[in-house]
């Protein structure tokens, strides 16, 4: 589990998969000397190797990886149209705003399959993602700064998990 937003031979990074996760699905169905092979390519590039069966898989990932690109594509969309009729807001863009659309670079052809495959898991992951923003929404109208203070310190968390 490793990328950036770009794609294509000029987009290689050394060292990419450096510490990674890689992720074994059902290796029980393959041969072995063929998992063993894999498994030592997979070390030689420095990676974590972990084992799922496809359904978690595809439910983690929808929820690390998949709904972050659709978070990121929809943010993006919603300012780039925003900025048609009023001009002038990229103008205060900085950091915090880059590193959220930096997945809405990545390409549609890479996602629309991914996507495309993994619809039921993306689905439930983007109703709950909905209902989360839906609550910090609804804390904003109520000017409830209290309980929207503690839920941005439990979001806080990430930083135990991921750094």
Same mark, same amino acid.
């Given at each position: 589990?490793?990328?950036?937003?770009?794609? +294509?031979?000029?987009?290689?990074?050394?060292?990419?998969? $450096?510490?990674?996760?890689?992720?074994?699905?059902?290796?029980?169905?393959?041969?072995?000397?063929?998992?063993? @092979?894999?498994?030592?390519?997979?070390?030689?590039?420095?990676? =974590?190797?972990?084992?799922?069966?496809?359904?978690?898989? $595809?439910?983690?990932?929808?929820? /690390?990886?998949?709904?972050?690109? &659709?978070? %990121?594509?929809?943010?993006?969309?919603?300012? @780039?149209?925003?900025?048609?009729?009023?001009? #002038?807001?990229?103008?205060?863009?900085? +950091?915090?705003?880059? %590193?959220?659309? #930096?997945?809405?670079? %990545?390409?549609?052809?890479?996602? &629309?399959?991914?996507? =495309?495959?993994? =619809? !039921?898991?993306?689905?439930? /992951?983007? !109703?709950?993602? &909905?209902?989360? /923003? %839906? =609550?910090? #929404?609804?804390? @904003?109208?109520?000017? !409830?700064? $209290?309980?929207?203070?503690?839920?941005? +310190?439990?979001?806080? $968390?990430?930083? #135990?998990? &991921?750094?």
């Amino acid at each position: 589990m490793a990328g950036t937003e770009y794609s +294509g031979p000029t987009a290689a990074i050394p060292k990419l998969f $450096d510490g990674k996760c890689c992720v074994f699905c059902e290796a029980e169905k393959s041969a072995p000397d063929a998992v063993e @092979l894999a498994l030592k390519l997979y070390q030689s590039l420095g990676m =974590r190797i972990t084992q799922l069966n496809g359904e978690e898989h $595809d439910l983690h990932t929808a929820y /690390v990886s998949h709904i972050s690109h &659709i978070a %990121s594509f929809a943010l993006a969309l919603t300012v @780039l149209e925003k900025e048609q009729e009023e001009g #002038r807001i990229f103008e205060l863009a900085s +950091g915090g705003f880059s %590193s959220t659309v #930096r997945l809405a670079k %990545s390409s549609p052809e890479t996602w &629309i399959p991914i996507f =495309r495959q993994n =619809r !039921d898991n993306v689905l439930d /992951v983007l !109703d709950e993602f &909905i209902n989360t /923003v %839906s =609550r910090f #929404r609804t804390l @904003l109208i109520k000017k !409830d700064f $209290d309980t929207f203070h503690e839920l941005m +310190g439990k979001a806080n $968390d990430i930083q #135990r998990i &991921i750094g």
